[in-house]
């Protein structure tokens, strides 16, 4: 059972995980199943970070599951359980629908070749070198090609076919055609193997698995357990500090922010001046609005209005734009009482990129008023996928990228993790601090719930392989 604070511990752990996201989750229970003993500490009084989800009259509201790609599903059934893998279930009604198209699409491979060639009339030829380019690019290749560069060797001008094959991944994971292109590849061909998935039961049912299947390995799980410093003694880690009291262990995972972890939580002088500086330099990803609507129990919503609606009312694709508190492009999540099996209530979340310096440091009447017009504004474009929404919704709620950031502590409400150069660090930094690492979202690529969990995975064999090599013998189970 999950237990609050910090309270009756272990007098020592193999590991402590700080932070229960999809990757610290992860972390710990590889970690266990590998033989370790291992703490679990979440500040918040949930777990999954942002895989969170929150009830408000009958109705419970899921901020992180739009769609994922079928990766997960393998990731599930080899990481955690075949249960919790066979509730990965398909989202079949996907929408486009801009100034420049509007279309329905399973946002497969096979099906945006099929688009790309008879509704943007782009040689196919084209499209398949396109395709197999992206899918042949791995997470340590060269990162100085941008993506509108790789966009434009395949598709030049067609601004209509960027968009197309950008915007999903901008929602996605906050790349711009600015970034790297081997992020948006990893991350665009992940989704194009097999379209785009989803959690039947809800992102509080596979997190409640996740949970159960940590307390059957033996993983001590504690919300409410701030972890506000990490000890380091002859240059090797110790122990953190949580809740005001020293917890001694030989590893540390922090999922917690990259930039926050390395220049908040360690002691000064141990990392040194160079790395500190790179650390320093790491740009976060962009953070998010989002706004939650319940519809009235016996009203409905018709199946055809789709799934996942990608509504832009700009006349190109521009990331930038993507971010304007003056929103031109938003994505609606539709959520049938189908997907929640037991539960007869539909949802519509609402998701827009933003700036968490547009929202921070508002004074309060202000925005609660740019709350409430983001609110009035979404409704408006609602209106045109869902004819009398107003009417049915008797729930409806604002979050912004302070929202974001007082749940999980992430610098800026970041809900994407780092930017490119984040992943350097994040995997550098346990050769700064022996017995230090990092899981969670970095570089675009490590960012999602299948990033994030898969990342998850390597940084447990990495503290596994340490481990061992500190101990020179089996650890003791935990
Ligand atoms: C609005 C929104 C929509 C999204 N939609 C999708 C989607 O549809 N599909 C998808 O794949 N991804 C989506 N994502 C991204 C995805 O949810 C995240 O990338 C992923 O869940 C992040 O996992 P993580 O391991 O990086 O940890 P995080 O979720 O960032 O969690 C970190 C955890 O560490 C805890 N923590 C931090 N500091 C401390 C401390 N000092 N002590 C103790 N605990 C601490 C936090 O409370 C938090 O629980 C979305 C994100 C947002 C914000």
Same mark, same amino acid.
Request: net charge neutral; charged share 25%.
């Given at each position: ?38 703490? =679990? ?46 509730? &990965? ?13 509007? &279309? ?157 972890? &390395?220049?908040?939580? =360690? ?94 440091? +508002?004074? +309060? ?8 017009? +983001? ?82 995975? &390597? ?20």
């Amino acid at each position: 059972m999950t237990l609050k604070g910090t309270e009756n511990l272990k007098k020592e752990h193999d590991c402590i995980v700080v932070g229960a996201g999809l990757g610290g989750l992860t972390c710990a229970n590889r970690l266990a199943t590998a033989g370790h003993s291992v703490l =679990l500490l979440e500040q918040h009084f949930q777990l999954g970070g942002l895989a969170a989800w929150f009830r408000r009259k009958k109705h419970i509201f899921d901020v992180a599951l739009h769609g994922f790609p079928v990766g997960m599903k393998k990731t599930c059934r080899k990481y955690w359980n075949k249960e919790m893998a066979d509730n &990965i279930v398909p989202l079949e009604g996907i929408k486009f629908d801009n100034p420049q198209f509007s &279309i329905s699409t399973t946002y497969e491979r096979e099906d945006f070749t099929r688009l790309l060639d008879q509704k943007f009339g782009v040689d196919r030829a084209t499209v398949e070198q396109f395709f197999d380019a992206a899918r042949s690019m791995t997470f340590t290749d060269d990162d100085s090609m941008t993506t509108r560069q790789f966009l434009s060797q395949f598709f030049p001008g067609r601004t209509d076919v960027w968009r197309l094959l950008m915007e999903p991944i901008t929602y996605a994971n906050g790349s711009t055609l600015d970034d790297p292109a081997v992020s948006y590849c990893i991350v665009f061909s992940n989704f194009m193997s097999k379209g785009v998935y989803t959690f039947r039961g809800g992102t509080d049912l596979i997190i409640k698995m996740m949970e159960e299947q940590l307390e059957r390995n033996g993983v001590d799980v504690r919300t409410k357990a701030l972890v506000e410093k990490i000890t380091v003694e002859d240059g090797k880690v110790t122990g953190v500090i949580a809740n005001g009291r020293h917890l001694r262990c030989r590893s540390v995972v922090s999922n917690g922010n990259l930039r926050t972890t &390395i220049l908040k939580m =360690l002691p000064p002088g141990v990392i040194s001046p160079e790395f500190r500086e790179k650390t320093e330099k790491v740009r976060m990803n962009n953070s998010s609005c989002q706004v939650y609507m319940g519809i009235k129990e016996g009203e409905t919503i018709d199946p055809a209005t789709g799934d996942l609606l990608f509504t832009s009312t700009a006349e190109e694709f521009d990331a930038e734009k993507m971010l304007d508190k003056h929103v031109t492009s938003r994505t609606f999540s539709i959520y049938y009482p189908t997907g929640r099996p037991g539960h007869n209530r539909y949802t519509i979340v609402s998701s827009t990129n933003a700036r968490y310096q547009d929202w921070a440091g +508002l004074p +309060l009447d202000r925005y609660e008023n740019d709350k409430q017009a +983001l609110a009035e504004d979404t409704l408006v474009h609602l209106e045109k996928y869902v004819p009398g929404v107003r009417d049915k919704i008797d729930h409806l709620e604002v979050a912004t990228p302070t929202t974001f950031q007082r749940y999980t502590l992430h610098v800026g409400g970041s809900s994407f993790g780092t930017k490119f150069e984040g992943l350097q660090i994040s995997r550098g930094i346990h050769d700064e601090v022996p017995g230090l690492f990092h899981t969670g979202s970095v570089a675009i690529i490590m960012s999602g719930w299948l990033g994030a969990a898969n990342y998850g995975v &390597i940084v447990a064999n990495e503290v596994d392989r340490y481990i061992r090599e500190q101990s020179q013998v089996a650890p003791s189970a935990g």
